[in-house]
């Protein structure tokens, strides 16, 4: 029970040196976006960068496709598909996604067979809704069946809101996403599938004798987008997931709530200027630093010293001061005995408003059983903390 009551005990660390007194601000002052719910981070390290109701559920619309292309990647990787399988065109898919549906479509003609990198292609630069349907009825054998699979893909990367009921995201109100959760998609995708981030980038794909340019707006601005996809829908308005890689920085970003595509273009367009230009890398911590000391139950020693397992970087502003703080959480008390890299614990570095970033810290030293006498008395002092 005690171990409940003091599941987590927080050790505080203040940053004073200069390098470790400035911070990204939730909503930095001087500058905003028109969009109702944005997320976006600096990839490498994971810091923070803005952040406004990133945790709020909005409809999914054409962004459920980021997560529909997760899971038709994770099905090559696993091989139970290749690029060159292929799956027919049903009546279903040809009528709610292709020609006749008058949505975003590779126009796939009824009863032909596409392969799967075709429509692979079909989704990635057309967003077509036609190709997202024949996929998921050719890997799972029917469209709900494999937006069933899609939320239990998402669940198992930890993205807890987000939930699918079909593979295109037309409106259907089961169908959800935040923005936080697209950007962790979106860094998975990248981080899991390298090798396919290429689709992205292609700027035209021909079907059935139609040829269409990519409908990613930002291809086109020279902004260092590498991927994904927008979206919209009546009652979430205009969104989009975007990553950039540029002037050595690699940016996700996810904004919803926008009131038209014209203003999608230009708040993306300003936000990235922004985060490229605003923001420098710093050192926190450098590797094998000690960050903090956990306390030991049981051990020959009190306590072992914590670092993170490389140096630990984030983005700051250049042009203000703020100042950081950090705090090692961890389960308490520690047990002797105590192995070095041990992960027993997180650092979280925030600002007044926001979690900027959490690294995973271990143990940088051994701990053996202590005598009986040290282990009574920590014993004694573990039941005066449960009496509390």
């Known amino acids: 029970m005690h171990r409940h009551l003091f599941a987590f005990l927080v050790a505080f660390l203040s940053l004073l ?36 109701a990133e945790d709020e559920v909005v409809p999914a619309a054409s962004l459920a496709k980021l997560m529909t292309v997760a899971t038709v990647f994770k099905a090559l990787k ?96 089961g169908n959800v996403v935040t923005m936080r959760e697209m950007v962790e998609l979106a860094r998975h995708v990248e981080t ?33 987008v590498v991927g994904f996809v927008t979206g919209f829908s009546e009652e979430g308005g205009y969104s989009i997931v975007a990553a950039v890689e540029r002037d050595g920085k690699h940016l996700l970003l996810a904004m919803g709530g926008m009131e038209s595509d014209k203003v999608r273009i230009e708040e993306t367009r300003r936000i990235i200027e922004w985060a490229l230009s605003s923001f420098e890398r710093r050192t926190l911590f450098k590797e094998g630093e000690t960050i903090a000391d956990a306390s030991v139950y049981g051990g020959d020693a009190s306590r072992v010293p914590l670092v993170a397992g490389d140096k630990v970087d984030v983005f700051l502003p250049k042009d203000n001061a703020p100042r950081l703080t950090a705090r090692v959480v961890y389960i308490w008390p520690v047990r002797a005995p105590v192995k070095p890299d041990q992960t027993i614990g997180t650092l979280r570095i925030s600002n007044d408003k926001q979690v900027l970033r959490e690294v995973p810290v271990k143990t940088a030293g051994t701990v053996g059983v202590g005598t009986l006498r040290s282990r009574a008395l920590d014993a004694l002092i573990e039941l005066f903390f449960f009496w509390i």
């Not at 692979?120 to 069933?148: H, K, M, P």
């Not at 090798?195 to 902004?223: C, H, K, S, V």
Request: hydrophobic share 40%; charged share 20%.
């Open 17 to 52: 040196t200069l390098a470790h007194a400035q911070s990204a601000s939730s909503q930095p002052a001087g500058f905003d976006v028109k969009a109702k719910q944005v997320y976006m981070i600096e990839a490498e390290t994971g810091t923070v960068l803005f952040a406004r």
């Open 78 to 173: 696993d091989g139970t598909i290749t690029l060159d399988t292929s799956y027919p065109v049903s009546e279903h898919a040809w009528r709610t996604g292709g020609a006749p549906s008058r949505t975003a479509t590779m126009f796939a003609a009824l009863k032909s067979s596409p392969r799967v990198e075709d429509l692979i292609r079909g989704v990635t630069v057309q967003y077509a809704n036609d190709a997202c349907i024949v996929l998921a009825e050719g890997i799972a054998g029917s469209e709900t069946a494999f937006a069933a699979r899609m939320t239990e893909e998402a669940r198992a990367l930890g993205l807890e809101k987000s939930t699918f009921v079909n593979a295109t995201g037309l409106p259907d109100p």
């Open 192 to 224: 899991a599938y390298p090798d396919r981030m290429g689709y992205y980038l292609e700027p035209e794909f021909e079907w059935n004798r139609i040829r269409q340019r990519n409908r990613n707006p930002l291809l086109a601005l020279n902004l260092g």
